[in-house]
């Protein structure tokens, strides 16, 4: 089993940034990807970012790239998210996600650990 423990959300002005960051504990993998996904009320929980724990390959939903950043601390088990430029379209919650294999995929049924979520809310 693999726990994952989001923090960093909260409530910040549209142009603001924030960085969250996602703690893996439990049976790591020597080689595995992990991803940020993001949920807003009524709807379908979308890709946003991910990054394989030792190759540094990255891959960025169309609608964050270039505002957002994943990276990853492999002393800590830690992976982050970056977030500039933010907008109100950015409000979601933000799952943190990860795969026990090293080949990025954007569908989240590729993902069989996930974090509890945490709130991110944009103001205009």
């Known amino acids: 089993q693999v726990q994952l423990v989001e923090s960093g959300g909260g409530l910040v002005q549209a142009g603001g940034s924030l960085r969250l960051s996602c703690t893996a504990s439990?049976?790591?993998?020597?080689?595995?990807?992990m991803g940020w996904f993001r949920q807003s009320p009524g709807e379908e929980r979308e890709f946003v970012a991910a990054?394989?724990?030792?190759?540094?390959?990255?891959h960025y939903a169309d609608s964050v790239k270039g505002r957002f950043t994943i990276s990853r601390d492999n002393g800590k088990n830690t992976v982050y998210l970056q977030m500039n430029s933010l907008k109100p379209e950015d409000t979601a919650v933000y799952y943190c996600?990860?795969?026990?294999?090293?080949?990025?995929?954007?569908?989240?049924?590729?993902?069989?650990?996930w974090g509890q979520g945490t709130q991110v809310t944009v103001s205009s």
């Open positions: 996600a990860s795969r026990p294999f090293n080949l990025i995929v954007t569908s989240k049924s590729g993902y069989g650990y």
């Open positions: 439990g049976r790591t993998f020597g080689d595995y990807v």
């Open positions: 990054i394989t724990w030792s190759g540094g390959w990255t």
